[in-house]
């Protein structure tokens, strides 16, 4: 009797070993086939990112914070970089407010009852400026460059602009 009891608790271990051995073997199986797949999804997004990244150096290309020859030239002078870029930027933004129809530097007048704005500036180099302008309904671009006098004062000069013709 007791024999045929070690007999089936045997059996009995055996069949659940090799329930544990199939179940766990699935599992694994399971958890390498998502590696795999979680593996080419990486891959695929580090391609994604390089070419991002690739896009994105291109888009900055011409850009004051990129172009270190700009950025020496207004070191070699004294400025401190870090200072001078904002006060740039904020000098033309500053220009929007303004009384009366005519903006400071936009060569155009409002043809709605908002006043002519500059939106987005980009800084190209240590001597141009991109910069686009809007009334709200009709949009605009002027090109722009800038110098410091002796007082170290800002002096913008209107090279060239445009806008855009409504559609519709």
């Known amino acids: 009797m007791k024999s045929r009891i070690f007999m089936y ?13 199939v179940n766990s073997k699935s599992i694994i199986d399971k958890y390498e086939e998502d590696i795999k797949t979680f593996k080419s999804k990486i891959a695929e997004n580090e391609k994604v990112v390089t070419a991002l990244e690739d896009q994105n150096f ?26 001078l870029i904002p006060a740039i930027i904020d000098g033309l ?3 929007n407010d303004y009384e009366g129809e ?16 500059i939106n987005k500036i980009r800084i190209l180099n240590h001597r141009w400026i991109v910069a686009n ?6 949009w605009g671009e002027i090109f722009v460059t800038y ?14 602009y445009f806008m855009y013709p409504k559609l519709g």
């Not at 005519?102 to 704005?117: A, F, G, Q, R, W």
């Not at 302008?133 to 009709?138: K, L």
Request: net charge negative; glycine share 2%.
């Open 9 to 21: 608790l045997f059996i009995f271990s055996v069949l659940l070993i090799i329930f544990q051995y």
């Open 102 to 117: 005519e903006h400071p530097i936009v060569p155009y007048v409002s043809m709605t009852d908002s006043k002519l704005l």
């Open 133 to 138: 302008f809007t009334d709200g309904e009709y």
């Open 93 to 95: 933004y500053k220009m």
């Open 58 to 83: 291109e888009l900055n290309y011409f850009n004051i914070d990129r172009n270190e020859d700009a950025l020496s030239y207004f070191e070699a002078q004294g400025y401190n970089t870090d200072q």
């Open 147 to 160: 110098s410091i006098d002796e007082e170290n004062n800002l002096k913008y000069k209107l090279v060239e």
